[in-house]
């Protein structure tokens, strides 16, 4: 026997079994307990929330024998016929195939023909949009002034091309995206049922997952299902078969990007990519992770509207502390243009990367939310403090107008008072120092700058992103680095990292040590 898909196994057979259409269903239920049934209906709304479905339904029901108050008794012969598909009374029509005016008018001809058994003759056209302007045309007068047993049920997604002379012969029923409480309720109901294992917040991300679409749902857990088939469905299980990532990797991808780790953005989504997991999928996700956090910094209130769970909730109040609403607002619409553009690109992975930069780096942009960002960026730096060596007036030099390191006459970086034989060591060797690094620390190490620390201490001075990155953000290059130093000067030194906004800005504020040092050249020398 072949299998049936759940969404069609467990199809509603009557009104009560319709969910979170309830506006829709009491209207219709009230008509036909009052006599008052329309001779056209137009549904409209998002695919899978039950537009066919109720038509058919309210199809039985006006032709039922011994209909009930919550619709079709479904043993009649009228209903058995009607389900089977085996009526002459209920007539589907497919618009996206049928849509020519001969179509249409075969359906005009057959109109004035009375039904040979029930009530009702009950045409249900489905996307009834894609009809040609002939065939709405050769509609239209039918559709004003049907038989009194002929009722015409046109659903369709896309109201809005439909003209207006349809639309106004109609009753319009829009049918609501349907809450994500209510799919995972039916899920539940329908696990049960078919006796499948399944945690609450794998039935919960199923339902968030089909974006208000009771169909989709259905379908995405008969997929789940199948992948598991005797295990229990579990969170993990789901985000593997979806292709999704969890709220958690979020959270760190956040806290990357606040910190401006360009480098940890791009290893992070290097595990994404390599758990096989679908970008298009990811960018919509971490969008709705943005959303979720805008939503609670605007508000202590809103645990109701955040679907996720405690643990994540905390976490995200915890992150809504770290950043500013004009950040998020700017990361939002960066994310909502990548979902625009990555759904049909051949390089998806680089359009996410281009995108990770530029939240890690306002400066790429210029943008009102991006300008400001970077003046909140110049803002706390002047209130921290930034730990350069400030540039100083040498009033022989201006007078002899002798340009400096800037490029200005008069303004040049301070110099020294000593350099210590440790640091003298260590640049004197520079050049050997760099040719053996491997890469790619040798390829940030020939852009660096030697200079002296307040401490004493030796200080590369390096330009901001990845190169900064790599030594700052992770320890084991700076002791690599350090055992690569301790190999010319013999002992162990300490080395400390200025981050410089760009070369120039380096080469105004700093010295180079290379500078002030006789003999040492400024080229590399690779040693063998």
């Not at 002379?165 to 829009?174: A, F, G, M």
């Not at 680095?481 to 200025?498: D, S, T, W």
């Not at 410089?500 to 002030?516: H, K």
Request: with cysteine; charged share 25%.
């Amino acid at each position: 026997m072949s299998y049936t898909a759940l969404y069609r196994k467990f199809r509603p057979d009557t009104f009560a079994d319709v969910k979170g259409q309830d506006h829709i269903v009491t209207t219709l239920k009230n008509q036909i307990r009052a006599g008052r049934i329309g001779h056209a209906y137009l549904f409209t709304g998002t695919r899978g929330t039950g537009k066919t479905t109720v038509a058919k339904i309210l199809a039985r029901t006006v032709n039922c024998e011994n209909p009930t108050q919550e619709g079709p008794c479904g043993q009649c012969r009228i209903c058995r016929a009607i389900a089977a598909g085996a009526s002459m009374n209920v007539i589907e029509i497919d618009a996206a195939s049928n849509n020519g005016v001969d179509n249409i008018r075969e359906i005009v001809e057959e109109v004035s023909y009375s039904p040979a058994e029930g009530k009702y003759k009950v045409y249900i056209i489905d996307e009834v949009h894609m009809l040609s302007i002939g065939a709405f045309n050769a509609l239209l007068k039918t559709l004003e002034e049907p038989p009194s047993y002929v009722i015409f049920i046109l659903a369709t997604t896309e109201v809005h091309k439909l003209p207006i002379t349809i639309l106004s012969r109609c009753q319009r029923y829009d049918f609501k995206r349907i809450t994500i409480d209510t799919i995972a309720a039916r899920m539940r109901q329908l696990t049960e049922a078919e006796q499948v294992r399944v945690e609450e917040k794998a039935l919960r991300y199923i339902a968030k997952a089909a974006d208000g679409s009771m169909r989709d749902a259905l379908s995405l857990l008969d997929q789940c299902i199948a992948f598991n088939l005797g295990d229990e469905l579990t969170y993990d299980k789901v985000l593997d078969v979806l292709g999704a990532v969890d709220t958690e990797v979020f959270s760190r991808l956040l806290r990357c990007v606040l910190d401006r780790n360009v480098l940890g953005c791009v290893q992070l989504l290097e595990e994404i990519v390599m758990q096989g997991r679908e970008l298009t999928q990811f960018v919509t996700d971490f969008t709705w992770y943005l959303r979720n956090l805008m939503l609670v910094q605007s508000s202590d209130n809103l645990e109701d509207v955040i679907d996720m769970s405690s643990d994540n909730l905390v976490r995200l109040k915890e992150e809504a502390e770290m950043v500013d609403m004009n950040r998020i607002v700017r990361y939002i619409r960066i994310f909502s243009e990548l979902s625009g553009q990555i759904r049909y690109a051949s390089q998806k992975r680089i359009l996410v990367e281009i995108a990770l930069i530029k939240l890690c780096r306002p400066s790429m942009e210029t943008s009102p939310d991006a300008l400001l960002e970077r003046i909140r960026d110049v803002e706390d730096k002047v209130e921290n403090g930034v730990a350069v060596i400030p540039a100083q007036y040498d009033p022989d030099q201006a007078a002899a107008g002798v340009p400096t390191a800037g490029g200005s006459p008069g303004l040049t970086p301070r110099l020294p008072q000593a350099i210590p034989d440790d640091v003298r060591e260590v640049v004197s060797h520079w050049g050997g120092i760099v040719g053996n690094a491997e890469n790619p620390m040798r390829i940030y190490l020939k852009d660096a700058i030697p200079s002296l620390g307040g401490d004493g201490h030796l200080m590369l001075v390096l330009e901001d992103g990845v190169p900064s990155d790599y030594f700052t953000q992770h320890p084991q290059n700076k002791e690599q680095l350090e055992n690569l130093i301790a190999g010319y000067a013999g002992k162990k030194i300490e080395v400390n990292f200025q981050v410089a906004g760009n070369r120039q800005e380096a080469q105004e504020n700093y010295f180079d040590l290379r500078q002030g040092i006789p003999g040492v050249h400024m080229e590399i020398e690779e040693e063998e």
